[in-house]
């Protein structure tokens, strides 16, 4: 069966080593995707983001009449040695909360990882979140916080394991009350934000 | 000579379908494993040819019949060719599923360079960093260098957005003595790529009035959009969460 005689032939033979190559390169190029470690790890870093903008909502989010629910919610955000904390603290923080009859809700502006370890599951993150405190009696006061936190990676995803204030470096204690002209004092100051078109500010 | 192949050949075409072509047989299950469903019908010319394979009239082309002796080769080009058809198909959806796959178009975590370009990151980091520093910063005997720094920094909308944030500073800075200083904290990037990126950054000022002695202090979060631009990161949106 020569491939003279058969033009057929030919131009399957043809088309099947056309189709092997492009299989090949195609194959090549899948399986590279597939175990490509940069996409392994940008995923790892939404993941860990995506938790720890959740998590730092929660723990800046607590309503006196559900402070049981609340309080599990900021256990449920937490391990390592934040979620030590948290539990230490917890009673004490109860009745604080209980006397004072406060809700405080929390939105998360804008957050980013500084740092992400992947294969040892730690990532530092800087988040920005507008904390609105509702005391009974009194009009809803809004403040701004820039937070550092770190959130680990546990067998039931990303967990905070540290959240604090950023350090105000020049101001050794002093605060930002006194705007100077920009930045987080105005929105602060000015009470109910100024942005109506943010959601989630229900400021009770 | 040309009897002996003749008499293979009828044996084979009289043989029982099931014995007629085991390697055919074999190939198509092979096939089916590697195949998706869809693809599953691009194995149907192999199959009804073996089905067929009993009746000489319906061979598959190259009209064996009519050449006589020659009848042999034809017919079994005419299996293979069906079958290179076959797989040719089969490797041609495989080509085609993969290319998709590999190309990821779906998956936007990929496309944002953020911490994954180690590089890139840093690169932005430092120059919107600097570029936030420049802008923020005002002296009461250089109004110019802010000036300045504005036009180096600032690109589209941020320009008007800066000018509206400093009218104040910039207004008292001569009769006050202002000096205002900016110094980035930390920053972190949320989104990153060759020419786009977006970072939050934490900064400090301290506001100084020189003819009072009296200096406040002023904790600062803003999330900067920045493009890069003549080699140079320059801040197009300024985000106070006002």
């Known amino acids: ?204 | 000579m040309s009897t002996t192949r003749h008499l293979i050949n009828r044996r084979r075409r009289t043989a029982p379908p099931a014995g007629e072509s085991p390697a055919a047989a074999r190939r198509q299950s092979a096939s089916a494993v590697r195949a998706r469903p869809r693809t599953r019908p691009a194995a149907r010319p192999a199959e009804s040819a073996a089905k067929q394979g009993p009746v000489p009239a319906r061979r598959p082309r190259g009209g064996g019949g009519d050449r006589g002796a020659g009848s042999a080769a034809p017919a079994r080009g005419g299996r293979l060719t069906a079958a290179l058809g076959a797989a040719a198909v089969l490797l041609g959806c495989f080509a085609a599923f993969a290319a998709v796959q590999a190309s990821g178009g779906d998956d936007p975590a990929a496309e944002n360079a953020a911490l994954v370009d180690a590089p890139l990151t840093s690169e932005v980091k430092g120059g919107v960093g600097e570029a936030v520093e420049a802008v923020f910063s005002v002296d009461y005997t250089d109004l110019d260098e802010n000036r300045q720094a504005a036009r180096t920094y600032l690109t589209g909308k941020a320009v008007g957005q800066h000018r509206q944030m400093l009218a104040d500073v910039r207004e008292q800075a001569p009769s006050q003595k202002l000096v205002l200083t900016t110094t980035v904290t930390d920053s972190a990037v949320e989104l990153a790529d060759d020419g786009a990126a977006r970072v939050l950054v934490f900064a400090d000022q301290r506001n100084t009035r020189t003819d009072t002695d009296e200096t406040s202090y002023g904790a600062a979060m803003v999330a900067v959009d920045a493009v890069k631009d003549d080699g140079r990161w320059r801040i197009s949106n300024i985000d106070t969460f006002g």
């Open chain 1, 1 to 204: 069966m020569s491939l003279r005689k058969n033009p057929l032939l030919a131009l399957a033979l043809v088309a099947v080593a056309l189709a092997a190559v492009l299989a090949a390169w195609a194959g090549t190029s899948w399986y590279a995707a597939a175990d490509d470690d940069a996409a392994d790890f940008a995923a790892s870093r939404d993941d860990a983001l995506a938790a720890a903008r959740q998590a730092v909502t929660n723990l800046n989010t607590l309503d006196h009449r559900d402070l049981d629910e609340g309080l599990d919610r900021w256990e449920a955000s937490a391990t390592g040695e934040l979620l030590t904390q948290l539990r230490q603290g917890r009673d004490g923080f109860e009745k604080e909360v209980r006397k004072a009859e406060t809700v405080t809700t929390a939105e998360v502006l804008s957050a980013a990882l500084t740092e992400l370890d992947d294969r040892a599951g730690r990532a530092d993150v800087l988040v920005a979140v507008r904390i609105t405190v509702a005391a009974p009696g009194e009009k809803p006061q809004a403040k701004q916080s820039r937070m550092l936190g770190e959130v680990t990676r546990t067998g039931d995803g990303w967990k905070l394991s540290a959240l604090g204030q950023a350090p105000a470096g020049d101001s050794a204690g002093g605060n930002a009350s006194e705007g100077s002209g920009e930045g987080s004092g105005q929105g602060a100051d000015q009470g109910s934000g100024s942005d109506s078109g943010r959601a989630g500010e229900a400021g009770q």
